[in-house]
DNA sequence: CATAGGATCGCCT
DNA sequence: GGCGATCCTATGT
């Protein structure tokens, strides 16, 4: 069933980061749908984060987005190159917001694959922040500041159980300027996809 | 108006 | 493992 309201709107940015390894985020458009699991995530926890972008309440027209409701999509461009999707929590004002890196598809693979312009093998072909969007068909002129509660893009929870074990959480990528803050075990990487939900 | 630099990827060696 | 691609955002004058 959809994620709601009362999954996004809770305090702990980096417990809700947490919770979303082995939920299913979900896009639709041109009246097809494609599903897949979520394998890797980071936490940014906006004003007090140096990594955030709304860091030290830093607001601006890119920016504004965290800063409003939740359960809101947050797509920005990185490189010149990449759309890198966010999802906005905590409550309005806050600027909390969780960075999706990695997903394994489990519906629509063929459309996947054409939006890769690739055969990449399920585990390879969205596992980075820029590779999933442009799999999924999220483009941050397009995607930017929609509502995870409609029927565009959303998450989904199918009841899938992953523990602590199955995790490694260390330190956020790319974000070496953040001084100590780069250090933070914000990050959430499933160890395995492949073999956990991979055929066989 | 000019400019520096970025929450990356894929190709090359 | 090194590097170029590529362009928007934020900041400063």
């Known amino acids: 069933m959809k994620l709601g309201i009362d999954f996004y709107e809770r305090e702990n940015v980096v417990q809700i980061s947490r919770e979303l390894i082995g939920k299913v985020l979900c896009v639709s458009e041109h009246d097809q749908t494609v599903k897949a699991i979520i394998t890797e995530t980071e936490a940014y926890e906006g004003v007090t984060d140096k990594a955030s972008h709304a860091y030290g309440g830093r607001r601006t027209d890119r920016t504004e987005i965290m800063f409003g409701p939740p359960a809101r999509s947050y797509v ?8 890198l999707f966010n999802v906005v929590t905590n409550k309005e004002g ?7 890196r990695g997903v394994y598809p ?8 054409a939006n890769r312009n690739s055969k990449e093998p ?67 990487l499933h160890k395995d996809p492949k073999g956990r939900f991979g055929k066989g």
């Open 76 to 83: 920005y461009l990185c490189y010149g190159v990449h759309s």
């Open 106 to 113: 489990i519906s629509g693979l063929d459309i996947i694959q």
């Open 122 to 188: 399920t585990h390879r072909i969205a596992n980075g922040p820029g590779k999933l969007t442009k799999a999924l068909g999220i483009h941050y002129r397009n995607h930017n500041d929609l509502s995870l509660l409609a029927d565009s893009i959303w998450i989904e929870d199918q009841g899938i159980h992953v523990p602590d074990g199955e995790l490694q959480i260390g330190p956020r990528i790319g974000i070496d300027y953040a001084e100590e803050d780069a250090l933070l075990p914000y990050r959430f």
């Open 94 to 100: 806050i600027p909390h917001a969780v960075l999706i």
